[in-house]
Each structure stands twice: as structure tokens, then as C-alpha cells.
């Protein structure tokens, strides 16, 4: 008889996998809903792969237009569930998602999952001091506002069971100046003071708990689009001692937060970058700085007047 770390060990060598997370059923017996896995690259998709093997149910949700791009019908029928079309902006459609996804589940949610952003000036090429203002109100609507709509619409439903867990995703942008990043920075802002504000109403009345995570750039379909990605990504990975965190790595971190480990965080905006948000100057990217990176980032560098 082989004992039960070898059982698995040899279990998940004849599925075919390599370097398998353990489950350790955190999830047991929870239910939840998850907003916006598009593709395999999506950290909700890799999010809601881990809830399952946690032992967690849950239903997922994104819009009609998304679900035509992605293909989430895949996710949903390798984690057994269902997809329920739904467009986060529209109080309407949420309060019926909420409602049908209760159904589904045979009861409350106990973790739900906020991983929506769009800024249509980013897609336009829209620069921060060009903004198109309707492109904003979407901006802020899609990617912040939304939040305060579900939090709103699962209270009025009383949606989500005492002890709950809603986790949204955020970006250090929110606080620091970072180039490219344009108005999604002031969504994300925007995310985290939902967050401490329905944090608190929700976990005097509810004991449920709010947070966000902030994530390195992570290579998405949704990242891809900002302004110089692929340069902020690479700085970002010389500047964090530990390497930018990936999407899988977010997923396990989540998951934490929808667990009973985590019972008394909350109204915390955590950082999940590999300690990129700590930093000043790291040597790797003061090396490639010496190499003679020179350049404006406006039409006249009025330092040099002096």
C-alpha cells in the first residue's frame, strides 16, 4: 500500500500533469461567483480553475460580446458549471444573475470575484491629456463603478452568506504615476475606495470582508493593451526582488482570501508584485538605466534650461 503523499504524487503523474498544486479542499462546500474569465490567460479563468480544485462551486459570469471573443464555455464544462451572460454595468442584468446563479448553486455565494477592466481611450489610443470624457465614463463605469454595483446588488439580494469573501483586482497604478497606464489609474483608484467604503457597511452588517489585489502586469488579453506593456513589464520584473508575481500565483493567492484562513482581512488594497510596490531603485534596472536610455517625454525637457 502506498502511503497517501505517493498515492497523489502517482495519481497526478498518470493524469499527465507537472508540478500540480496540491489541493488542500480550502474550498469545500463554498459557493461563488466569478466575473470575467475570457480566455486561458485571464487570471479569473486561472482563478476559477484553482476554485475548483479547492472543491469550491461556482458560477461564472461575463458579457455576451466577451463570451463571443473568449471561450469560457470551455472553462465552464471543465469545471462542470455554467455561464450566465450578464453586463456588470447594468443593475438589471446583475440582480438576475445574482438570482439565477443562487439557483444553480442551491443557495448564497461565499466568495465573489470582480476581475473586469476596460478603458476605451486605452483601446483608441487616447493619451491622459487627450481624453475622450465619454470614453472615461465608460472607463470608470466598466472597470470601478461595476464593483459598487454588484456589492450593491448582492446586499439588496442578501446574495452572499456572513463570512463571505469578495476580491477585486487592482493595479499599483492607483497610486503611483505610471506612464501609459492613462485613465485605467483612475479607475483602479476609484476600485479601491469601493472597496474600504462597502467594506465597511458589509462587514458591520455581515461580517463579509472586501479586498483588492494588486497585481503585477500580467501577460492578458486585457494587459496586453496598455501603452508600452511589454516595457513596463519587463521594468517591473527587474524592479521586484522576487519577480513579477504570474497569474497562476494570483490565483493561489486568491483563493487565501476566499478561505477561512483569511477571516479578518479586510477594506485592504494587497499587494501581490513581488515586492515591487516596496521599491525605489533596484540594481537590475539601475544597469540597464546606465546603458544610456535617453529620452523626453514631452516636447521640451525644461530641466535642461538650467
Known amino acids: 500500500m502506498r502511503p497517501l503523499f505517493e498515492q497523489y504524487q ?27 474569465a475570457l480566455n486561458e490567460s485571464s487570471i479569473a479563468w486561472k482563478t476559477a480553475e484553482r476554485v475548483y480544485e479547492e472543491g ?3 458560477v461564472l459570469s461575463n458579457t455576451m460580446a466577451s463570451m463571443k471573443l473568449g471561450n469560457v464555455s470551455d472553462l465552464a464544462d471543465k469545471c462542470n458549471t455554467i455561464v450566465i ?16 446563479g443562487m439557483e444553480y448553486l442551491g443557495g448564497k455565494f461565499d466568495f465573489v470575484l470582480h476581475s473586469i477592466g476596460m478603458s476605451p481611450n486605452v483601446r483608441k489610443g487616447r493619451t491622459y491629456d487627450d481624453l475622450n470624457y465619454q470614453y472615461l465614463h465608460q472607463t470608470l463605469d466598466i472597470s470601478a463603478i461595476s464593483f459598487h454595483k454588484i456589492l450593491q446588488s448582492c446586499r439588496k439580494l442578501d446574495a452572499i452568506n456572513d463570512w463571505g469573501s469578495v476580491v477585486a483586482l487592482s493595479y499599483v497604478a492607483a497610486q503611483r504615476t505610471l506612464y501609459g497606464y492613462n485613465d485605467m489609474a483612475d479607475a483602479k483608484a476609484l476600485l479601491e475606495s469601493i472597496t474600504r467604503s462597502f467594506g465597511y457597511i458589509y462587514g458591520r452588517e455581515k461580517n463579509i470582508r472586501i479586498n483588492t489585489i494588486s497585481q503585477s502586469p500580467t501577460i492578458t488579453t486585457a494587459g496586453g493593451g496598455i501603452m508600452g506593456f511589454d516595457k513596463l513589464y519587463d521594468f517591473s520584473e527587474r524592479m521586484s526582488p522576487l519577480g513579477n508575481a504570474t497569474g497562476e500565483e494570483c490565483a493561489d493567492y486568491i ?23 516596496s521599491m525605489g531603485m533596484s540594481l537590475a534596472a539601475m544597469s540597464v538605466y546606465r546603458e544610456g536610455l535617453d529620452y523626453n517625454d514631452v516636447k521640451e525637457d525644461k530641466r535642461k534650461k538650467k
Open 10 to 36: 502517482f495519481r497526478y503523474v498518470l493524469m499527465g500533469v507537472k508540478n500540480k498544486t496540491m489541493s488542500y479542499n480550502l474550498l469545500k462546500g463554498k459557493r461563488g461567483l466569478i466575473f470575467g
Open 56 to 58: 469550491g462551486v461556482f
Open 85 to 100: 451572460p450578464a453586463d456588470a454595468t447594468d443593475v438589471q442584468d446583475l440582480e438576475n444573475l445574482i438570482t439565477k
Open 255 to 277: 483563493i487565501t482570501l476566499f478561505s477561512d484562513l483569511t477571516k479578518k482581512v479586510t477594506m485592504q488594497n494587497l499587494y501581490h508584485d513581488g515586492g515591487y510596490s
